[in-house]
């Protein structure tokens, strides 16, 4: 969920506009207080999107309680997981700090940026290269940093990333894997599709006269409540608001609704069901090798 709202503030939503995305989503403040009414609030998403904590940074303000308007100060990098990267948190906060910000227009957000990590070193990899008319030289890179020398030397072609990345997931909605956890992200999803395809089977049952149109529509409201509590559930599993109404198991379809997704909202989708992707080293000059792309599914 903070993945999702970093993207879209750094695509060009006003604090304002995601703050009422979040209550549209029903999900829960990350700092559900006396005084926050279990709504979002502009001031509560400014704060998470400026914490040093969502990159994997250290911070400290010494002589207050509450958050500085640009976040407090970064101190170091701390030794858990990062939701962004670093990069992304300086952007954020120059933004935040920048009063002209409504009136300047930020860079069209990457498909796989910060999404994708370094095999090497772990950092989020960001977008190098031109894209014109004549040809995209577009990489994914691991940026050089003169204090952390384990990093740089890594990129990957963005294009054809991209495009195996949007194949597997693809793949993934069209054929969810089986899962023992019946409240995993996977098991929901395979529901999704064994209720999609008994819908399906009830349209062919009627036109065949194999039931009755007083027998399809009561089979027909049955199935067509399990779908909503599934899509429910579905949305109310680790954020999975990306996928709320997706047309889970339909190959085509599928491919006609993530085109229609602008990139902050594929990116959603990837990270709902991606854990993990990182890139490993590859040798110079060989063409895309898809076995460099190691990918961890959500269960």
């Known amino acids: 969920m ?10 060009g939503e006003s604090l304002r506009s995601i703050t009422a995305w979040l209550n549209r989503s029903g999900i829960p ?12 609030h502009s001031y509560t998403v400014r704060s998470v999107l400026s914490s040093a904590r969502i990159s994997g940074q250290r911070a400290y303000a010494p002589d207050t309680r509450a958050d500085p308007a640009g976040g407090r100060e970064i101190l170091g990098p701390g030794d858990w997981e990062p939701i962004i990267t670093p990069e992304e948190t300086a952007q954020i906060r120059a933004i935040l700090a920048d009063p002209t910000r409504r009136r300047t227009t930020p860079a069209r957000p990457t498909l796989l940026g910060g999404i994708a ?10 977008i190098a ?14 940026q050089k940093d003169p204090s952390r020398p384990e990093r740089g ?10 495009d195996y990345i949007t194949e597997r997931v693809l793949h993934r909605l069209t054929r969810p894997r089986p899962s023992s956890d019946k409240e995993s992200t996977s098991a929901l999803l395979g529901r999704v599709v064994e209720i999609n395809t008994r819908l399906g089977q009830l349209e062919q049952d009627r036109a065949e006269r194999f039931i009755t149109s007083s027998e399809h529509r009561v089979a027909r409201l049955v199935a067509e409540d399990a779908l909503r509590e599934t899509e429910r559930q579905l949305v109310a599993t680790e954020d999975a608001v990306a996928l709320y109404a997706a047309p889970i198991g339909n190959r085509e379809a599928l491919k006609d609704w993530w085109h229609a997704l602008d990139v902050t909202d594929r990116r959603a989708v990837i990270t709902t069901l991606i854990t993990r992707l990182r890139i490993a080293p ?15 599914y959500r269960p």
Not at 30 to 38: D, H
């Open 2 to 11: 903070i993945r999702q709202m970093a993207d879209r503030f750094l695509a």
């Open 29 to 40: 403040p990350l700092r559900a207080g006396s005084g926050t009414s279990g709504l979002w």
């Open 117 to 126: 990590r370094c095999g090497k070193c772990g950092a989020g990899l960001t």
């Open 129 to 142: 290269g031109k894209l014109s008319p004549t040809g995209n030289t577009q990489r994914y890179t691991c």
């Open 153 to 162: 030397g890594l990129s990957i072609n963005a294009a054809h990333l991209d």
């Open 282 to 296: 590859g040798k110079p000059g060989r063409s895309f090798d898809p076995t460099r792309v190691l990918i961890t």
